[in-house]
């Protein structure tokens, strides 16, 4: 006899109560912590360059330092492999984790004290030393977070976990610090960050280690042929080398325009604003127009696919570009500030979105984690590399026509994309060739 197949109010009473498990809570202050450090190794760290009179130029050069989270792939291997010493009660993720967050808070209180004046090599290599740490962090998260619970309980567990994140990414690491800054200088603002990234360190000591954690450790490690040079065969077996290559590259590509950017920061305070517009346009504003593009962006491919949702999130983050030119002909004018701040978050929300779910039916199941690692740290590569120039062509030109740049580097993405069209399937998954 077939057992009675649960409510649709029971189904979601169960869904609720995920959300209320302690590990969900855990995950919402690991969001935090890894979102935190970002922008202030990142954009946040450009404008108090820019503000501590730094030219355009090595400001770009500056971005590199977030390279360490297009990489972190490269020493993923050796986290999973064995434990931390000093750390290694805790066991093998939360030792890693809590010495990266600790790592962290040190580092943003370095930054502080030190400044970018003083010694500027001490002070860039202490902010790679902050973004190294946070790299990690990211890594050991996203272990723990699949290893913590089974897989009914993963959605929530990611949802709680985005939340954190976006409160300590923009809100926290965008928003906050920029207020203190204005009001009481980079230093308090800095210093208080470092102790915002505390928080997760205390939920790690509090969280427990995962039970399967235990069971991998025991078991035989993969060697360098299975942890590396598999996926990468399995990828072009399935596709083979042309498409493959197209797909790699299309990948690549496709966040250019968004990741070129990188001068955006600098950029307002020369168009005018003052750090007090820029945290609550940019961050408090930004943030939830860039949270009600990805909820778009899911609505949107499950309406018509991933095929046309590619389409048109490349056009929208490309078009988005030119309200840039806007602030630039209306300099100081917060309405503009406003228009530019919801197109350019909005279509970033959405194409994120999209771009997840396009990986998504990329990968191998059987290399799900390092295929997806490595595709992800591809679609950042180009655009930050380009990036770090982004001030030198800015002084060699103009806003404008880097702006204008930005937004007609789409070309080779659509025409990629054009070539691609009839061998993507209109679903999320490839089709084999």
């Known amino acids: 006899m077939n057992s009675p197949s649960p409510s649709p109010r029971r189904g979601w009473r169960k869904a609720l109560a995920a959300f209320r498990t302690r590990s969900s809570i855990v995950l919402f202050f690991l969001g935090f912590g890894c979102g935190l450090p970002f922008f202030l190794v990142g954009n946040t760290l450009a404008i108090w360059l820019r503000d501590s009179g730094w030219a355009l130029g090595p400001i770009g050069l500056a971005s590199y330092l977030t390279f360490f989270y297009v990489f972190k792939f490269l020493w993923a291997p050796l986290l999973d492999s064995r434990r931390l010493p000093l750390f290694h009660h805790l066991g093998r993720r939360r030792g890693w984790l809590l010495a990266s967050q600790l790592a962290i808070a040190a580092g943003l ?12 090599s001490l002070f860039l290599g202490l902010a790679g030393f902050t973004a190294l740490a946070g790299a990690t962090q990211d ?20 949802a709680t976990y985005t939340l954190g994140y976006r409160i ?31 928080l997760p360190a205390i939920a790690t000591v509090l969280a427990r280690e995962p039970a399967t954690s235990r069971v991998i450790e025991s078991e035989a490690r993969p060697g360098f042929l299975e942890a590396y040079v598999r996926p990468f065969a399995a990828f072009f077996k399935r ?3 042309v498409l493959g290559l197209a797909l790699l590259a299309f990948v690549g590509l496709y966040k250019l325009p968004d990741q070129m950017l ?28 860039g949270i009600g593009g990805a909820f778009l ?12 949702s590619l389409l048109i999130a490349a056009l929208a983050v490309a078009l988005s ?85 930005s937004s007609v580097s789409v070309v080779p993405t659509l025409l990629l994309l054009a070539w691609l069209w009839k061998r993507i399937a209109p679903g999320a998954e490839m089709q084999d060739q």
């Open 109 to 120: 209180a370095a930054l502080a004290i030190t400044g970018p004046v003083a010694s500027v």
């Open 139 to 158: 890594t050991m998260v996203d272990a723990y977070r699949v290893e913590i619970a089974p897989v009914e309980m993963q959605g929530a567990l990611a």
């Open 168 to 198: 300590g990414l923009q809100l926290c690491g965008g928003a906050l610090v920029l207020y203190l800054a204005d009001f009481a200088g980079w230093r308090a603002g800095y210093l208080c960050m470092a102790a915002l990234a505390l």
């Open 239 to 241: 596709y083979g080398w």
């Open 262 to 289: 990188s001068i955006a920061g600098p950029f307002y305070l020369d168009t005018g604003f003052s750090k007090s517009d820029i945290a609550t346009v940019s961050k408090v504003y930004g943030v939830w127009m």
């Open 297 to 308: 962006g899911g609505l949107v491919v499950a309406a018509i696919g991933v095929r046309k």
């Open 321 to 405: 570009n030119l309200l840039f030119i806007l602030m630039s002909m209306h300099p100081g004018e917060l309405w503009t500030f406003v228009a530019t701040i919801s197109g350019d978050n909005l279509s970033q929300g959405f194409a994120g979105t999209i771009l997840v779910a396009f990986l998504s039916g990329l990968v191998d199941r059987h290399y799900t984690a390092t295929q997806y690692a490595l595709l992800s740290s591809l679609a950042n590569l180009p655009g930050k590399l380009i990036g770090g120039f982004s001030g030198y062509i800015v002084e060699a030109s103009s806003y404008t026509a880097f702006f204008i740049i």
